[in-house]
């Protein structure tokens, strides 16, 4: 951490040095989770996987109940049921709860990967917009709010509505 720190100290006092004092050094920053969250696009995206969420919750209760119904029949009847009897019952809760599980998972890595698919697609967009306005504004530097270890920067340097705006109007067409 002390060596990364050091680093960019480094980096910025060499940028420093290199820009002639008659220019200054435009630097700005952008938070990306905020525009992948509050953005148009990230909305909508995220009440897609909720409503998909939701759906397969309704289905999982069904799955649910019906294994409760499974398990409370069997403790009804294991008084009068064989050996056998018992062990074909349980194998097949067995098996019903191991498909229910299975399914569970499958469902939970489906959300994982939609999450992650519009990430990406969401992230290539927004690195192009703020690749294009940093060069239209003559940007020196942009960084990553969140990730790049800022803690303060003085006045308003912060373009993550900007980047936000032109994201919904690009996404949303």
């Known amino acids: 951490m002390k060596r990364s720190l050091v680093l960019m100290g480094m ?3 060499l940028l420093a040095t290199q820009v002639p004092a008659a220019e200054t050094f435009n630097y700005v920053y952008v938070d990306l989770q905020s525009i992948l969250q509050q953005s148009k696009a990230g ?3 995220k009440d897609k ?3 998909f969420i939701k759906k397969r919750q309704v289905e999982f209760k069904k799955e649910e109940k019906a294994l ?3 398990q409370k029949k069997y403790e009804k009847d294991k008084l ?3 050996k056998s009897q018992k062990q074909k019952r349980q194998k097949a809760f067995q098996e019903k709860l191991k498909a229910y599980r299975k399914k569970a998972a499958e469902s939970e890595q489906e959300v994982k990967r939609k999450e992650a698919a519009y990430a990406n ?3 290539y967009e927004i690195q192009n917009i703020v690749e294009k306005m940093a060069k239209d504004k003559k940007y020196d530097v942009v960084v990553e709010k969140t990730q790049s270890g800022l803690l303060y920067v003085a006045g ?3 373009i993550t509505k900007e980047v936000m705006e032109v ?3 690009k996404f949303t067409n």
């Open 11 to 13: 980096c910025f006092t």
């Open 43 to 45: 909305k909508k995206e």
């Open 49 to 51: 996987i909720t409503k």
């Open 68 to 70: 409760e119904a499974m």
């Open 80 to 82: 009068t049921l064989s």
């Open 121 to 123: 697609k969401a992230l």
């Open 156 to 158: 308003n340097k912060d």
């Open 167 to 169: 994201f919904d109007k």
